[in-house]
T-cell receptor, first 113, second 115 residues
Framework: NAGVIQTPRHKVTGKGQEATLWCEPI?????VFWYRQTIVQGLEFLTYFRNQAPIDDSGMPKERFSAQMPNQSHSTLKIQSTQPQDSAVYLC???WGGGNTLYFGEGSRLIVV | GDSVTQTEGPVTVSESESLIINCTYSATSIAYPNLFWYVRYPGEGLQLLLK?????QKGSSRGFEATYNKETTSFHLQKASVQESDSAVYYCALGAQGTGSKLSFGKGAKLTVSP
């Protein structure tokens, strides 16, 4: 079974550019989560979907960040007008419908220069 | 809010010595907290090490143990004799019981086991 797949693994973008990160959850998992990891803040929850519907986006910065799950096989996290403080590792995780154990991808490292 | 406080790295231990990584939690909005330890080995993704869903119970995996103590709101990770291959970053996490709920993580403790 393939794990959670995240692309790209590394992305360098210029300040003010847009960045889109992709996540393919484990087949059969109905919940998808996005986290951001930095040295200072650690692992911060951003948002999650269940059965493709947005459930909780309480961790998402109100401006510039958006997430979607157009089908059960992928989710995207988009950051508009990227800023240096957006530099982080963005982690996607999925879980099956009846449980709360998260299975993580290897992350997408975003560097904004 | 719900939060986790844990030993923050680096933690350096010699091979075959014992280890404890402290974790305490605050679950103000969760009626039945579940507690987790996740681990990230070098070059790998974050993965579940062990999980306990019932207060008073102990979880174990790969020689590590952690007991869910509701009275002290703690979930310390212990191992009697560490190996060099245990070198990794360890994260304590808190979540609600049930369907696809988010987890709150501690900041992680980087363990280095010296030969």
């Amino acid at each position: 079974n393939a794990g959670v797949i995240q692309t790209p693994r590394h992305k360098v973008t210029g300040k003010g550019q847009e960045a889109t990160l992709w996540c393919e959850p484990i087949s059969g998992h109905s919940a998808v989560f996005w986290y951001r990891q930095t040295i200072v803040q650690g692992l911060e929850f951003l948002t999650y979907f269940r059965n493709q519907a947005p459930i909780d986006d309480s961790g998402m910065p109100k401006e510039r960040f958006s997430a979607q799950m157009p089908n059960q096989s992928h989710s995207t996290l988009k950051i508009q007008s990227t800023q240096p403080q957006d530099s982080a590792v963005y982690l996607c995780a999925s879980s099956w419908g009846g449980g709360n154990t998260l299975y993580f991808g290897e992350g997408s490292r975003l560097i904004v220069v | 809010g719900d939060s986790v406080t844990q030993t923050e790295g680096p933690v350096t231990v010699s091979e075959s010595e014992s280890l404890i990584i402290n974790c305490t939690y605050s679950a103000t909005s969760i009626a039945y907290p579940n507690l987790f330890w996740y681990v990230r080995y070098p070059g790998e993704g974050l993965q579940l090490l062990l999980k306990v869903i019932t207060a008073g119970q102990k979880g174990s995996s790969r020689g590590f143990e952690a007991t869910y103590n509701k009275e002290t709101t703690s979930f310390h990770l212990q191992k009697a004799s560490v190996q060099e291959s245990d070198s990794a970053v360890y994260y304590c996490a808190l979540g609600a019981q049930g369907t696809g709920s988010k987890l709150s993580f501690g900041k992680g403790a980087k363990l280095t086991v010296s030969p």
